[in-house]
């Protein structure tokens, strides 16, 4: 009995102690930027773009990256917003009776999801070089589109699928075509999009692998979509990789600007989550 | 009424298209990295580029085994860490933890997995590397930098953390509560409970989602290039360096047009990573979809 008790007891401290790791591990990396890059942080790193000499430790600021990262992520959200809601709507509105074939699809989506960021740079290059397109703004985002498309069609579909059936039922039933249901539909769930729009843009923001062949580098803001683009987890790599002691530092400081971004958009993504979770039929 | 019939029907059409093109990209990109890697897998074949450990691609060897024990090292070390871990934590947070606890602790793993990769590699630069360095290595090895197999699976199992973490509790809430009724009403303990039901019940999702996090962890870049120390050599213990197959790639992409077939090459790095991945994630996917149609009946 008593050992029953105890084994009880033991797991239990194990549990409790695994939870503490697995969640204490957040403070321990966000606590680590904060030490290491605060030291390093000041207004030019956010104002200004490098300066000559930028990376042997002289003046100037990685403010071509955040800009170019904005622009990246930017612009694949809104492009894979075009193709995925269409998809979206298609899987659940027009397919039915074609369970198999959805779920298919579906699954098809997932996988796609699990394809890692570097495989999709590889094959944004091959893009890229089949048109003739050099390293450039247009590069990047079309690699961090392919990249964010299968998480936002799937994302968008389970918020679909949250709409109650009643509801496409009534529409139906008043003569509307699936269109004009899907535009009902579409309603109901705008704030899922927006929800799903931020946190997408957070993933794009902070994806590096893929942009490592397709946006280039560059320490000006692009201009146009055919100029290369420097991005944050690039510039953070860049300049982690450097001998000097001072520009690792800008490196850390790099680091935790992307971190607090990051941080502020899931934030404000979860809090919209809660927000309008609470008003739903 | 012609008019919106219609326009239902070409939009209807226009999103079979949209929806047709996007899921083709599974099969594009397959084919784009497969016709891309023929050049060097005709001049050396899938067995010596699988096999053979000479990367001079100066001298046009390509060997891969390396890059593949470096990144099933990883992988490996990553998992062994992870998997138990989150799968107490998932225990605890859907057994046992008071409900005010369990609001507390999920939004910092939703927070952990919004952290960038990149981030974690500074993570591990600073943190995991001086660790192992100071205080784990001295006590196996004479001498290590940090920058090991090690550090990098220790990174790449926080990075799945969240992952495994979640899929488990989402298996772990399908599992009837009268099977957990009819243990603790003869008189099992809470443990004994999930020692012989609950995780038995619970096993194929487990497995979905170890098979998950693996494929997860085999494709993971930026962070574990970062800490690995990135040798072209196969590790014998984890204090040794490694090269994964990912990082191989990110490194090499500048010099890859200037030598001849290492875009080839590289790009049959990225089909293999493909190939590995795609198997893995069909795997579990079909197994968790399975487990969601149990549930729905």
Excluded at chain 1, 140 to 148: H, R
Excluded at chain 2, 250 to 276: K, Q, R, T, V, W
Aim: charged share 15%; net charge positive.
């Amino acid at each position: 009995m008593r050992k029953r008790k105890f084994e009880e007891l033991f797991f239990r401290v194990l549990m409790i102690l695994a939870t503490i790791i697995v969640s204490g591990s957040f403070f321990l990396i966000v606590g680590t930027i904060f030490f290491k890059g605060l030291p390093y942080m000041n207004w030019d790193m956010i104002t200004k773009t490098p300066g000559g000499g930028f990376y042997i430790g002289k003046e100037g600021g990685i403010l071509n990256a955040i800009i170019g990262s904005f622009y990246v992520a930017g612009g694949a959200t809104v492009l894979g917003l075009i193709i995925s809601i269409p998809v979206a709507i298609f899987i659940n509105l027009y397919m039915d009776g074609k369970r198999f074939l959805s779920n298919t699809i579906r699954m098809a989506f997932d996988v796609l999801f699990g394809i890692p960021s570097i495989v999709y740079g590889a094959f944004g290059f091959l893009i890229m070089v089949y048109f003739g397109i050099r390293a450039s703004l247009l590069g990047g985002i079309i690699a961090v589109t392919l990249l964010v498309i299968p998480i936002l069609v799937r994302t968008l579909d389970e918020v679909i699928r949250t709409v109650p059936f009643e509801l496409r039922d009534a529409t139906l039933s008043l003569g509307a075509t699936r269109w004009e249901t899907a535009k009902v539909v579409l309603r109901q769930i705008r704030p899922g999009i927006f929800t799903a729009i931020l946190l997408y843009f957070g993933r794009a923001i902070g994806d590096v692998a893929s942009v490592l062949f397709t946006a280039g580098f560059s320490d000006n803001i692009p201009t146009s979509l055919h100029e290369p683009a420097a991005t944050l987890p690039l510039a953070i790599f860049f300049q982690l990789g450097s001998p000097v002691e001072e520009v690792q530092g800008r490196g850390y400081a790099s680091a935790l600007i992307l971190t607090i971004i990051v941080l502020i958009i899931t934030v404000l993504a979860d809090i919209l989550i809660k927000k309008f979770s609470k008003h739903k039929i | 009424m012609n008019f919106r019939l219609l326009k239902d029907k070409i939009l209807s059409k226009l999103m079979l298209v949209f929806t047709l093109a996007s899921v083709s990209l599974l099969l594009v990109i397959g084919i784009g990295l497969y016709y891309k890697s023929v050049p060097i897998i005709q001049r050396l074949g899938w067995t010596e580029l699988i096999t053979t450990s000479v990367w001079k691609p100066l001298k046009g060897l390509f060997g891969f085994f390396p890059f593949i024990m470096g990144t099933l090292w990883v992988t490996a070390i990553a998992i062994i860490i992870a998997l138990p871990l989150c799968l107490l934590t998932a225990l605890y947070i859907v057994e046992y933890a008071p409900a005010r606890i369990k609001r507390i602790l999920t939004p910092f793993v939703n927070l952990l997995s919004g952290i960038p990769p990149v981030i974690f590699g500074v993570w591990g630069v600073l943190f995991i590397i001086p660790l192992i360095q100071a205080n784990i290595a001295p006590h196996f090895v004479e001498f290590s930098t940090g920058y090991s197999v090690l550090a990098g699976g220790i990174v790449l199992a926080v990075m799945i953390f969240p992952l495994i973490v979640s899929i488990i509790s989402e298996v772990l809430r399908t599992i009837p509560q009268e099977l957990k009724d009819a243990s603790l009403a003869l008189g099992a303990t809470k443990w004994e409970t999930i020692k012989k039901v609950i995780l038995r019940k619970a096993l194929p999702g487990i497995v979905a989602a170890t098979v998950l996090a693996i494929s997860r962890a085999f494709g993971e870049t930026i962070a574990v290039l970062m800490v690995c120390g990135n040798n072209a050599v196969v590790p014998h213990s984890v204090f040794d360096t490694g090269y994964p197959l990912p990082a191989l790639i990110a490194n090499n992409y500048g010099e890859m047009l200037s030598i001849p077939s290492y875009d080839s090459a590289l790009m049959f790095a990225a089909l293999l990573l493909f190939i590995i991945i795609l198997l893995f994630n069909i795997i579990s996917r079909v197994i968790l979809a399975r487990l969601e149609r149990r549930l729905a009946a």
